[in-house]
């Protein structure tokens, strides 16, 4: 079982930025492909950005492409969600999600490809 731990999250304003993170304890996430997901009031969760496994492919949903990075820290166990000119449409809970893989480098912004979740962290854009 693998426990996922999303932190970062906050209040910020139109245009600022915040850095999310996404840790586990008892299993070193490098052998995962790790999602970033949202889900706004009254929405469907929507597919934020992925990276491979070790330092695999990197995916990024068009909303956010060109402001968001995902990287990973492979020595303190954490992925990371930098998120750049943030704008209100970008307010939602952001969850992390992890899918173990053997060897594949590849990764997917599809809810039904991950099987571990985090909890969530808020992120509110407003003035």
């Known amino acids: 079982q693998l426990h996922l731990v999303e932190s970062g999250g906050g209040l910020v304003q139109p245009g600022g930025s915040l850095r999310l993170s996404c840790s586990a304890s008892?299993?070193?996430?490098?052998?995962?492909?790790i999602g970033w997901f949202r889900q706004a009031p009254g929405k469907e969760r929507e597919g934020v950005s992925c990276i491979g496994r070790s330092d695999g492919s990197t995916f990024y949903a068009d909303s956010v492409s060109g402001r968001f990075t995902i990287s990973r820290d492979n020595a303190k166990n954490t992925v990371y969600l930098q998120m750049n000119s943030l704008k209100p449409e970008d307010t939602a809970v952001y969850y992390c999600?992890?899918?173990?893989?053997?060897?594949?480098?590849?990764?997917?912004?599809?809810?039904?490809?991950?099987?571990?979740w985090g909890q969530g962290t808020q992120v509110t854009v407003s003035s």
């Open positions: 008892a299993s070193t996430l490098n052998f995962y492909a």
């Open positions: 999600a992890a899918e173990f893989k053997y060897d594949e480098s590849m990764c997917v912004i599809l809810s039904a490809g991950y099987t571990y």
